[in-house]
Nanobody, 115 residues
Framework: QVQLVESGGGLVQAGGSLRLSCAAS????????MAWYRQALGKQRDLVAR???????NYADFVKGRFTISRENAKKTVYLQMNSLKPEDTAVYYC?????????WGQGTQVTVSS
């Protein structure tokens, strides 16, 4: 069974930083894209950042210049470095992994930014 285990969320003051991690375990093969999404209370889930196997990245406009996505293929792990956090970044952050056949989601980790 495939599991995505996220960590690194928490409470931080505006202007601070957090680093999220997501490790895939179980019989997962053929990982292609890894990504982070977020969902604020009462809002839709939005893409935050995505990274391909070859390291090509793309970011939502609202995080460009502040967040950095990276991955370690050997560890099947994706990271999200979040700097200059704002109260509007408060949300549940979800890890997403796409393979040749399937689409997996983590359970989500809460990020709360206080003003």
């Amino acid at each position: 069974q495939v599991q995505l285990v996220e960590s690194g969320g928490g409470l931080v003051q505006a202007g601070g930083s957090l680093r999220l991690s997501c490790a895939a375990s179980g019989s997962i093969i053929g990982i292609n894209t890894m990504a982070w999404y977020r969902q604020a209370l009462g809002k839709q889930r939005d893409l935050v950042a995505r990274i391909t196997t070859s390291g090509i990245t793309n970011y939502a406009d609202f995080v460009k210049g502040r967040f950095t996505i990276s991955r370690e293929n050997a560890k099947k792990t994706v990271y999200l470095q979040m700097n200059s956090l704002k109260p509007e970044d408060t949300a549940v952050y979800y890890c997403n992994v796409v393979t040749y056949c399937c689409d997996y989601w983590g359970q989500g980790t809460q990020v709360t930014v206080s003003s």
